[in-house]
């Protein structure tokens, strides 16, 4: 046991060392650290017997590692591909962090100890709980049971745009029989989950131009439109009064789960007054008559992420902005199509403008929803596995974040996802103050360590 929690602490000590590297992969500013995070990683790996390399793309590099597994049975068993992201959101707003964001702090909380960073639960917890149970595994039996592939990417936050190219090029050397993915949550503390279905993302920036230069209020005002008027305007009118969205065609695709999908979510005993006292909320908004668990795992949504224009200054400018910016996201469901909906938003903006203004649009990235089989013998393995950890069946769940990457391993590597992750509701992802439970942490490496010998049970 004392060697066990000696084991443990070194492997927060490494978690640690990786979340000091600020690898925020959607500002240019932060390449140097990216590529440093990347390199780490292969260190890691290389010292678990893996062959890694930092695979140069025309974006962030791909840390891509094998490991043939041991033994003489190895190559009979399946073929394991581990996917997780090294990058990170950006910090900001730096003002509401309690510690620096990249200076990772132990400290105690409700549930025990917990570790607080940029990362720490998305994902380079997760990661290094893929990573840890190697190390455990080559602790005990020299290497993994199973031919083990990791491809851990560094653009998730921001697009994954290398990451279908990268694919194409290594469908080769990243094929196996299925692929598991650490960047979910779990139920609750004490009971793990299989997230079944994530939802897809369109995400658009447009600018609405008016005026070659900002003018002053007073000479022009009245005379000319605003950008940030018309803008607003805009926005205003993507949502009808039962808060669905206005845009023509959008709900195409769009079907209901089924009706045992919905007992089965209605059973699950989810709690409102906890999801929205957790954020200081009473009442949940959104599409009427849905309940909260449907409104994120089940229907699409628009929102804007951000929005500017114009004075932000502090006091009083008058003035009329000769432009203004809003970040506009799709989350997306069941089959409804990314390309369609981006176009179906521009043509929306445009049939909305006065004359006097021109929209101008950016695409950020488009994926659409998955849904993964609950059927696979992989899953059943996994179900087997996290009951040895947890004492109790994980439960089957949605979620209403995205991955791209799951989309395009199904699409490119023609394989299942298998998701398991060991994130929380309270984790605060994306926002001050990350962190990650230390209990998460090891039941993340105990877990992956497990559900590797219940593969390896398996017959490739
Ligand atoms: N790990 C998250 C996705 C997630 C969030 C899963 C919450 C389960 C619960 C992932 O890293 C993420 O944040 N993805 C982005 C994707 C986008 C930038 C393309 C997202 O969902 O916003
Ligand atoms: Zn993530």
Same mark, same amino acid.
Not at 420 to 437: A, R
């Given at each position: 046991?004392?060697?066990?929690?000696? =084991?443990? +602490?070194?492997?927060v000590t490494r978690l640690e060392d990786f979340l000091r590297i600020p690898s925020v992969s959607t500002d240019p500013s932060f390449d140097n650290e990216t590529r440093?995070?990347?390199?780490?990683?292969?260190?890691?790996?290389?010292?678990?017997?893996?062959?890694?390399? +930092? =695979?140069?793309?025309?974006?962030?590099?791909?840390?891509? =590692?094998?490991?043939?597994?041991?033994g003489a049975d190895a190559a009979k068993r399946p073929r394991i591909l581990y996917y997780g992201h090294y990058d990170v959101q950006p910090a900001d707003p730096l003002?509401?962090?309690?510690?620096?964001?990249?200076?990772?702090?132990?400290?105690?909380?409700?549930?025990?100890?917990?570790?607080?960073?940029?990362? +720490?639960?998305?994902? #380079?917890?997760?990661?290094?709980?893929?990573?840890?149970?190697?190390? *455990?595994? #080559?602790?005990?039996?020299?290497?993994?049971?199973?031919?083990?592939?990791?491809?851990?990417?560094?653009?998730?936050?921001?697009?994954?745009?290398?990451?279908?190219?990268?694919?194409?090029?290594?469908?080769?050397?990243?094929? =196996?029989?299925?692929?598991?993915?650490?960047?979910?949550?779990?139920?609750?503390?004490?009971?793990?989950?299989?997230?079944?279905?994530?939802? !897809?993302?369109?995400?658009?920036?447009?600018?609405?131009?008016?005026?070659?230069?900002?003018?002053?209020?007073?000479?022009?005002?009245?005379?000319?439109? @605003?950008?940030?008027?018309?803008?607003?305007?805009?926005?205003?009118?993507?949502?009808?009064? @039962?808060?669905?969205?206005?845009?023509?065609?959008?709900?195409?695709?769009?079907?209901?789960?089924?009706?045992?999908? #919905?007992?089965?979510? @209605?059973? &699950? !005993?989810?709690?409102?007054?906890?999801?929205?006292?957790?954020?200081? &909320?009473?009442?949940?908004? !959104?599409?009427?008559?849905?309940?909260?668990?449907?409104?994120?795992?089940?229907?699409?949504?628009?929102?804007?992420?951000?929005?500017?224009?114009?004075?932000?200054?502090?006091?009083?400018?008058?003035?009329?902005?000769?432009?203004?910016?809003?970040?506009?996201?799709?989350?997306?469901?069941?089959?409804?199509?990314?390309?369609?909906?981006?176009?179906?938003?521009?043509?929306f903006v445009r049939a909305r403008l006065p004359k006097g203004c021109r929209a101008e649009f950016e695409r950020h990235g488009t994926n659409p929803a998955i849904e993964?089989?609950?059927?696979?013998?992989?899953?059943?393995?996994?179900?087997?596995?996290?009951?040895?950890?947890?004492?109790?069946?994980?439960?089957?769940?949605?979620?209403?974040?995205?991955?791209? +990457?799951?989309?395009?391993?199904?699409?490119?590597?023609?394989?299942?996802?298998?998701?398991?992750?060991?994130?929380?509701?309270?984790?605060?992802?994306?926002?001050?103050?990350?962190?990650?439970?230390?209990?998460?942490?090891?039941? *993340?490496?105990?877990?992956? *360590?497990?559900?590797?010998?219940?593969? *390896?049970?398996?017959?490739?």
């Open positions: 046991m004392a060697q066990a929690d000696q =084991a443990f +602490a070194e492997s440093r995070c990347a390199q780490w990683l292969v260190e890691q790996l290389v010292e678990l017997g893996f062959t890694a390399e +930092a =695979a140069p793309t025309i974006g962030q590099p791909m840390v891509v =590692a094998h490991h043939p597994g041991v003002e509401l962090w309690n510690s620096p964001p990249f200076e990772p702090q132990i400290i105690d909380g409700p549930r025990g100890k917990r570790v607080v960073a940029r990362g +720490a639960v998305d994902d #380079k917890g997760q990661v290094m709980g893929i990573v840890e149970a190697l190390r *455990a595994w #080559k602790t005990l039996a020299g290497g993994p049971p199973c031919p083990v592939t990791l491809m851990i990417e560094g653009e998730e936050e921001s697009g994954s745009r290398s990451l279908e190219p990268f694919m194409l090029l290594s469908k080769e050397r990243l094929a =196996a029989d299925v692929c598991v993915v650490s960047d979910t949550g779990m139920w609750d503390i004490t009971t793990p989950a299989i997230t079944t279905r994530l939802r !897809g993302l369109v995400y658009m920036e447009v600018t609405i131009h008016g005026p070659t230069r900002d003018l002053h209020s007073g000479m022009y005002g009245g005379a000319v439109a @605003n950008p940030i008027n018309v803008l607003a305007q805009i926005i205003a009118q993507l949502h009808d009064d @039962n808060r669905r969205i206005t845009i023509p065609g959008f709900y195409d695709g769009v079907g209901e789960p089924a009706p045992e999908t #919905k007992a089965q979510w @209605n059973a &699950l !005993g989810f709690s409102d007054t906890e999801f929205l006292g957790d954020i200081g &909320l009473t009442d949940g908004y !959104g599409e009427t008559q849905r309940s909260t668990l449907e409104r994120t795992w089940s229907r699409p949504t628009c929102d804007v992420n951000g929005i500017f224009g114009g004075y932000t200054g502090k006091g009083a400018k008058t003035v009329i902005a000769a432009h203004a910016t809003a970040k506009v996201s799709f989350r997306l469901v069941s089959k409804q199509d990314p390309e369609k909906i981006a176009e179906a938003f521009e043509a993964v089989s609950e059927q696979s013998r992989f899953l059943a393995a996994a179900d087997r596995g996290l009951r040895t950890v947890f004492g109790k069946s994980p439960l089957l769940i949605g979620s209403g974040g995205s991955i791209p +990457a799951v989309g395009s391993i199904g699409r490119i590597l023609n394989m299942d996802a298998l998701l398991v992750g060991f994130g929380l509701d309270d984790d605060c992802v994306h926002s001050p103050n990350e962190k990650f439970e230390l209990e998460c942490y090891r039941n *993340a490496i105990k877990s992956h *360590a497990v559900l590797l010998g219940e593969f *390896a049970q398996l017959a490739r």
